[in-house]
């Protein structure tokens, strides 16, 4: 089984009632339509306010979506939903989550600081990868904030040089960060690769305060990469090398469980 993350940012807060309706009216049901036979679980989490002093790593404002897949999306390394109709998109779709316009689905990466932040989707095994700190963590030792973090390695950067950085010298030092409750990570399935990212790993903290304790008030010590073209942590670019979002433990929205109508207070 395979785990995917798609984590989407809006452009302008203002496209937040649309986008919101859209997904919650129509989008959920035809992706269930189209997907029932393949797709075992089906979640969405709102992202909750950034932490102060988060706006230097450009995070994510609006959702992450969590799809469990029976068997792969794609056909011949191309996401393929097999289906009679065709899907329905708001006007303005690409430009409100930072797409090229013309394209309902990402081709390529083009983020960057100032803008747009593209979707991110990545695909990986459901099972993690690597688990840094915290394994056997239970529901009753606090509450947690979830730091979802999605990198590539800069152009150039052979990966498994990239990987060796970050496995044996990166993860070893953040988990010394104060307050890090769980830290853990999955890697991008080999084949094929959709999209560019190669890993993407979750960091929990109490609240938004002891992120901000953690990661901007009292930093661990960190080793820069020699390959590194961005001299902070993490030594990715934000928005270009390195995309990230704030959620809570819980989904939003179970759509196969509990796929309600579309019902509005008026």
Same mark, same amino acid.
């Given at each position: 089984m ?9 452009s302008?807060?203002?496209?937040l009632?649309?986008?919101?309706r859209?997904l ?5 049901r035809?992706?269930i339509?189209?997907?029932?036979p ?7 989490y709102? /992202?909750v306010?950034?932490? *102060?002093? =988060? ?7 609006? $959702?992450?979506? +969590?799809h ?10 191309v996401?393929?939903?097999g289906t009679a109709f065709?899907?329905?998109?708001p006007?303005?779709?690409a430009?409100i989550?930072?797409?090229p316009?013309?394209?309902a ?6 983020g960057s600081?100032?803008g ?6 990545i695909?990986?095994?459901s ?8 394994k ?13 973090t ?5 152009d150039g ?13 990166? /993860?070893?030092?953040?988990? *010394?960060? =104060?307050?890090l409750?769980?830290f853990?990570?999955? $890697?991008?399935? +080999?084949?094929?690769?959709l999209?560019?990212f190669?890993?993407v790993?979750?960091?929990w903290?109490?609240?938004?305060d002891a992120w901000r304790?953690a990661?901007?008030e009292?930093?661990?010590?960190y080793?820069?990469p020699?390959w590194a073209d961005?001299d902070?942590y993490?030594?990715l670019?934000?928005a270009?090398?390195?995309v990230?979002?704030f959620?809570?433990?819980?989904p ?8 309600r109508?579309?019902?509005t207070t008026?």
């Open positions: 395979l785990r995917s993350y798609l984590i989407l940012n809006l302008d807060m203002n496209h009632p649309l986008m919101e859209w919650l009216k129509d989008h959920a035809e992706t339509g189209q997907l029932d393949i797709l075992e679980r089906y979640t969405s709102r /992202a306010p950034a932490p *102060e002093g =988060s706006e230097r790593f450009c995070p994510y404002n609006w $959702r992450m979506t +969590e469990w897949w029976r068997e792969p999306p794609w056909v011949g390394g996401m393929d939903h065709g899907e329905v998109w006007p303005g779709y430009s989550v930072g797409m316009e013309g394209a689905r990402s081709a390529g990466w083009a600081p100032g747009p932040h593209p979707p991110v989707m695909f990986v095994q099972r993690r990868a690597d688990d840094f700190v915290g056997g963590l239970t529901i009753d030792e606090g509450t947690n904030i979830r730091w979802i999605a990198h590539k390695y800069p950067v052979p990966v498994d040089e990239g990987e060796d950085w970050f496995l044996n010298v990166h /993860a070893k030092e953040v988990a *010394e960060q =104060s307050g409750k769980r853990f990570s999955y $890697r991008q399935v +080999e084949q094929p690769r999209g560019a190669v890993r790993s979750e960091l903290y109490d609240n938004a304790k990661v901007v009292s930093p661990a010590e080793t820069q020699a961005y902070r993490p030594f670019q934000p270009v090398d390195f990230c979002q959620l809570l433990e819980a939003t929205d179970d759509f196969k469980r509990y796929l109508p579309y019902i008026a």
